[in-house]
């Protein structure tokens, strides 16, 4: 049945009912709605605002002159070709262009509002579909997803996050939390947070280095003294839900999702090694920053866990301003750098994907906050309203290498890809201007078609909602989205 | 009559036995306080009695009759602190201007400087005589005393602190500070009693009371009283049979007996004491209490300890301050900035200090909303770029901030849903249709608000008005933004508005016995009733006559028979979105979820951890513990409760995370038990220590078992773990089991 706001009346009962379920009944919880044409998802999360002309996007290579025009930068590199016929990316990444026969270029993606400087707000919309503050707490696409489509394994939380450290009283990074959350979903849809894949695997072992025998025996002692509690207690629907969460709990420290994080035995090494990043730590200009290597096992991993049964995986390229693709100058040696980083795992994974048979069903998603253009204050990265939908670059001029590259933030050009599940494959959608504006210039589309068309892969109407403080709350902004059919197959 | 005190500020709240009498005084200085204490009540008592008789303060003053103002004696040392320019001055231009300023002095008498009170008028000899008040024939014309009427002519005299006032000065020497008036505008005042000198006939009217008084706080307090005169009193509790502790439980098994139900005729049983003393402590300070303070409370035989022991909870001003934090944190969405992206401001340390304080309910919001409140809280919050902006609950920014704001304040303050009428007639309630909340948001804005309809403009603007119509309230909406806002505090706060005191003793309501009255808390309707509407009325209604005092209405459900009632999953209320009417009887409180924040110190408490009392409320951390069990990690939208889901998520934290691990086994609990050489005395110190109470023989069993099969008494100790000791692991592990278990989790 076809839910929308005008129907919603008659039907929130049914929303109501899923949202009030004990938690063991929640697969009852996801409808679906539509025939999915994936089953599973991996969203590949580079946050900072890349540079889509150096990536997605190649225009022109205009090589470094001392005291060129803005005007006049227009490509820190060359265009390479891809697998797909007339599709070019830019130069470094030349594994991921092998696999572009299986892929989708959105280049046409803009946004009605300017975030400016505000890299959060912008990760909140791309992640959520809502401008900040929304008034009710988003829940984050991996959470709509879980909820909404359910597990695929009773055993494999829904939602899996690699690549973030969580624990921490750093405002941003708690900002960001929140927003890769459940918002008012609540807590039986919050990611399972896997911050560093190579010591993924103790999170299901026992803490502290205590024996699994010793655990059991533990566990044993809580279900007799629960036992013997006050009638009561034993009789409460509330307290026998939760000792049955924590049996299930301790069944998932025994499920496919720790055979998953075994990937360094199971794997062979050549493998492994094309998952790992180009470069080292010591050779970033970031030396003492993340290196790519957790982003590289976290895209293994992810390939592990939707074979496993998981339903959503998030990997992020953990974002930190001013650090990875938040380049605010040296914009080519640093994209230099992260194509390094990203190019093998990403086409990794979809090559393991397409030759295990999964990527049909497996919807790639590979997206960033907002795209980056010419400025003329590049450490600021401030985007006066509109201002960097008018520059041309003629007045700016570029007298270091340092300033060479896409520095200024760009709400009106941001670009996506897409792998599997239903999407085209050797599909480039919308155009981009040649020159500086580099907006838009030909199908141009909305952030909320983008969610609807990758909820209608996963079989999830866009007006599909959840009902919160007495009103429905939808998965696409207010419902509104409208799938893209030209991306689809 | 008991006395709350905090340490700057000083807001004191005098409960003497009638209800006429409660009034709040605001104090700078703690020396004045006694002396202004009973002053406040007098003159609060006067105030209610005229507003119980019709809204007006003609009772006090008529020209021909003298009135008698009490004359105290004069302590120097306090007199050298009155200062002419702060304290006289002020005073003196409010009470004497009319007649008396440099433009028109009558008599030939001027209070427009101090040389010109000194010298006084044509007939009574000098207006001051320094060191001798009442030698000073200014102080005769206030008495009544001199040749001539009493003065102020015709108006109010002069409260017995305001005389007071002017005696010191007098007494001290009259000294002329004027130069020195910069200096001391940042010093506190001796504060005058304004509100004593309104003319007669002026509180009527609802402006008079904003226009007379320099005093805003003891203007507020002022308003509020002449206001309750205008509220019906609510209808008194039923006569009921059964057992009654107080009114509550006379509403609540009335409902029993009109329901037909068995309880009426045999009411179910109070909780033990175990359960009472676990429940109270973390109802009221958040923490399970001491294994030392079970044992005594267990053991004490005095017919009131349960009512002792909520007061004894209540005075913990800090401790209880603490455990009401983190809800008015997220209810305001309290946020210090968050890379630049803060939303409402930190007002963490003002809901702290106003708990402590015990600050009237009322006068806390509008604190918050009000820019004329002399206690008015915004935090500063820098963005991304280092430049700082003045934030705070109220943002109108856009049309979208101020619409949001509207509707967070109707959710938060008016316990009504509007978030739906922001774009549309909200199709679910009837009663918002979009254009009266279009009207309500105005009084937020600079001016009134187009109608946008789903993103569509309208062209159609909505004159601003507050969404109910109260008796004699002004229909005018002021024009200055501040002035505007200070309208809508005063509206909203005010004891005619139907919504406001409702919506806060629902909240406390269900704060302690899980489900609201009303349900869902924050979406209050007409077209369904509370499940007991006398009651929630009658305890509005008390709450309001209390000058809005929380611990008042807090302890009266503490002390209830309903609250204490056993918990009883065959009697337990369920709200149901579906089945709204559903009646509900409180017959058992709800099993209700331990927060993040009671967990966690509780555990600190029962494993005698070194924490120094240092809570969790205070950690700006968010970890996966804590947002596991449903501690956000910011606070970017109002929220006024957390969900009690249990999820996978959170059980493999509790069952396998290091950080509740690293509590569990490092306490110092665990030596003491380790030194413990009855193995049965281990049992029960831990039963004691984490669930509040003694074992049964059945759980002395099992503790005992488990304790032979993994801690051997004399078999050589193998080291549990990389970090642990043999002998404390196991114990350890029972901790653990207890803090795991569903009486542990939940309050019963």
């Known amino acids: 049945m076809k839910m929308n706001r005008r129907t919603f009346l008659q039907t929130s009962a049914l929303a109501v009912a899923g949202a009030g379920l004990a938690p063991h009944a929640r697969a009852a919880d996801a409808v679906t709605l539509i025939t999915p044409t994936a089953d599973a998802m991996i969203m590949i999360w580079l946050p900072g605002g890349m540079a889509q002309t150096d990536l997605w996007d ?23 070709p891809t697998a797909a016929d007339g599709i070019f990316l830019g130069e470094g990444l030349e594994n991921i262009a092998s696999a572009m026969q299986h892929g989708t270029i959105l280049r046409s993606l803009s946004y009605d509002t300017r975030f400016g400087a505000i890299h959060l707000k912008a990760q909140y919309y791309m992640m959520t579909g809502y401008l900040f503050p929304t008034g009710v707490k988003a829940p984050s696409m991996g959470s709509v997803i879980a909820r909404s489509a359910g597990r695929r394994h009773p055993q494999v939380p829904p939602y899996i996050y690699i690549g973030r450290d969580i624990d921490t009283s750093d405002e941003e990074k708690l900002f960001i939390s929140e927003y890769l959350g459940p918002g008012f979903y609540g807590v039986n849809y919050a990611p399972f947070m896997i911050p560093e894949p190579a010591r993924g695997l103790s999170t299901l072992n026992a803490a502290a280095g205590m024996k699994i025998d010793r655990l059991d025996r533990r566990q044993a002692y809580l279900q007799a003294i629960a036992g013997a509690a006050a009638p009561e207690l034993q009789e409460a629907d509330k307290a026998r839900d939760y000792m049955k969460v924590m049996e299930e709990a301790r069944a998932m420290m025994d499920s496919p999702v720790k055979k998953a994080f075994d990937y360094a035995r199971d794997e062979k090494p050549t493998l492994l090694e094309a998952y790992r990043p180009k470069i080292t730590a010591a050779e970033q200009l970031d030396s003492g920053y993340y290196n790519g290597q957790r982003f590289g096992e976290g895209c293994l991993l992810a390939r592990r866990l939707v074979e496993a049964g998981a339903r959503f995986v998030q990997v992020e390229y953990q974002y930190g301003p001013f650090k990875g693709f938040d380049m605010h100058e040296n914009g080519r ?34 997206a960033t906050e907002f795209g980056r253009t010419i400025a003329s204050a590049p450490a600021a990265g401030v ?51 040649a020159r500086h ?34 009103r429905p709350f939808y998965v696409t902004n207010l419902g509104k989205g409208q799938p893209i059919g030209a991306l689809l197959a | 009559m008991l006395i709350e005190r905090a340490a700057r500020t000083c807001y004191v709240v005098v409960v003497p036995a009638h209800a006429e009498e409660y009034a709040v005084a605001r104090c700078g200085r703690a020396s004045l306080l006694m002396s202004r204490l009973r002053n406040s009540v007098r003159v609060a008592r006067r105030m209610a009695l005229a507003a119980v008789a019709g809204g007006c303060f003609c009772a006090a003053a008529a020209e021909s009759k003298r009135v008698e103002i009490p004359v105290r004696p004069v302590d120097l040392k306090e007199a050298a602190k009155v200062s002419y320019a702060r304290d006289i001055k002020p005073l003196l231009a409010a009470d004497c201007d009319e007649c008396h300023s440099s433009d028109d002095f009558k008599g030939g008498f001027s209070i427009s400087s101090a040389a010109t009170l000194i010298k006084g008028g044509k007939k009574g000899g000098p207006g001051i005589v ?9 102080v005769k014309y206030i008495l009544g005393l001199a040749d001539g009427p009493q003065m102020p002519k015709g108006e109010t005299p002069l409260s017995e602190s305001e005389l007071h006032l002017i005696r010191s000065w007098i007494a001290a020497g009259a000294v002329d500070d004027s130069d020195r008036a910069a200096a001391l505008a940042n010093t506190d005042a001796v504060r005058t009693n304004a509100v004593s000198s309104l003319p007669a006939d002026a509180a009527r009217r609802w402006e008079d009371v904003l226009i007379f008084s320099t005093n805003r706080d003891q203007q507020f307090a002022a308003r509020r009283a002449l206001r309750l005169g205008l509220v019906a009193p609510a209808a008194p509790p039923p006569k009921v049979a059964g057992p009654v502790f107080n009114e509550i439980d006379q509403f609540v098994e009335a409902r029993w007996a009109e329901a037909k139900l068995p309880q009426a005729q045999k009411p179910p049983p109070v909780c033990d004491d175990a359960a009472f003393v676990r429940r109270v402590y973390l109802d009221v300070i958040g923490v399970i209490p001491s294994a030392q303070a079970s044992r005594a409370f267990a053991a004490d035989r005095a017919q009131d300890k349960r009512a002792k022991l909520v007061d004894a909870l209540l005075a913990r001003a800090q401790d209880y301050a603490a455990h009401w934090t983190p809800f008015w944190e997220e209810a305001l969405a309290s946020q210090p900035s968050m890379g630049g992206v803060g939303t409402h401001g930190d007002y963490a340390d003002f809901i702290y200090k106003s708990f402590a304080e015990n600050k009237p309910f009322d006068l806390m919001v509008a604190e918050i909303l009000d820019p004329t409140m002399p206690g008015y809280q915004k935090a500063d919050l820098a963005n991304a770029n280092g430049k700082i902006n003045v934030i705070g609950f109220v943002r109108t920014q856009t049309q979208t901030d101020t619409i949001q704001t509207a509707a967070n304040t109707a959710q938060v303050f008016l316990g009504t849903g509007m978030k739906c009428a922001s774009c549309h007639n909200h199709f679910l309630n009837k009663e918002w249709p979009q254009a009266r909340f279009t009207a309500f948001a105005g009084l937020f804005a600079t001016n009134d608000l187009e109608l946008i309809r789903c993103e569509k403009h309208s062209g159609h603007f909505v004159a601003a008005a507050f969404p109910f119509d109260l008796p004699d309230a002004p229909k005018q909406v002021p024009h200055d933004p501040e002035q505007r806002l200070h309208y809508l505090t005063t509206l909203l706060v005010d004891p005619t508005n139907p919504r406001f005191a409702k919506t806060i003793v629902n909240r406390i309501w269900k704060r302690y016995l899980g489900l609201g009255l009303f349900e869902p808390a924050d979406d209050f309707r007409l077209d369904r009733a509370p499940s007991h509407p006398r009651l929630l009325d009658w305890l509005a209604d008390d709450f309001m006559r209390h000058n809005y005092d929380l611990k008042h209405t807090i302890r009266l459900i503490l002390t209830s028979r309903t609250y204490q009632l056993r918990y009883d999953p065959a009697l337990e209320d369920h709200f149901d979105v579906q089945k709204p009417d559903q009646p509900r009887y409180a017959r058992s409180p709800s099993l209700r979820r331990l927060t993040a924040e009671q967990f966690t110190d509780s555990i600190h408490e029962a494993a005698a951890l070194h924490w120094d009392g240092v809570r969790l409320f205070r950690s700006a951390a968010s970890t996966a513990f804590t947002r596991a069990l449903g501690r956000p990690a910011v606070r970017n939208e109002v929220c006024t409760g957390r969900a009690d889901d249990v999820a996978v998520v959170q059980a493999l934290e509790l069952l396998n995370g290091t950080e509740l691990h690293d509590l569990a086994y490092s306490g110092e609990v665990l030596d003491e038990l380790a030194s413990l050489a009855d193995r049965k005395h281990i049992v029960e110190e831990l039963y004691w220590s984490v669930l509040s109470r003694a074992p049964t023989s059945a759980e002395c069993k099992l503790g005992l078992a488990y ?25 350890g592990d029972m901790l653990w089991a207890l803090a795991a278990s569903p009486e542990f989790q939940y309050i019963r």
């Open chain 2, 707 to 731: 304790l032979d099969a993994n801690a051997p008494a004399g078999a050589a100790a193998k080291p549990a773990g990389p970090q642990e000791r043999a002998d404390t692991a196991p114990l």
């Open chain 1, 437 to 470: 504006p580099m907006v838009p210039v030909k199908d141009p589309v909305h952030l909320s078609d983008v969610h609807a068309t990758i909820y209608k892969a996963l079989g999830i109407p866009p007006d599909h909602n959840y009902v919160t403080e007495g």
């Open chain 1, 58 to 80: 190649p225009k022109e290579y205009t090589p470094y002159r001392k005291g060129m025009k803005g005007s006049e930068l227009l490509g820190t590199c060359k265009a390479i």
């Open chain 1, 333 to 366: 040696q640093r994209m230099i750098e992260m194509k390094k980083q990203i190019d093998g795992p990403i086409a990794q994974l979809v090559r393991d994907l397409h030759e295990r048979g999964l990527l049909k069903r497996t919807l790639v998603c590979i």
């Open chain 2, 130 to 138: 320094p060191g001798k008040p009442d030698e000073s024939s200014i």
């Open chain 1, 383 to 433: 985007e006066p309203e509109g201002d960097a939908e008018r520059h041309t670059g003629e007045n700016l001029i570029i007298d270091s290498e340092a300033m060479y590259g896409f520095h200024g933030h760009f709400s009106s050009g941001n670009q996506m890809l897409f792998f599997g599940g239903g999407f085209k494959s050797g599909y480039a959608h919308g155009q981009t201007a």
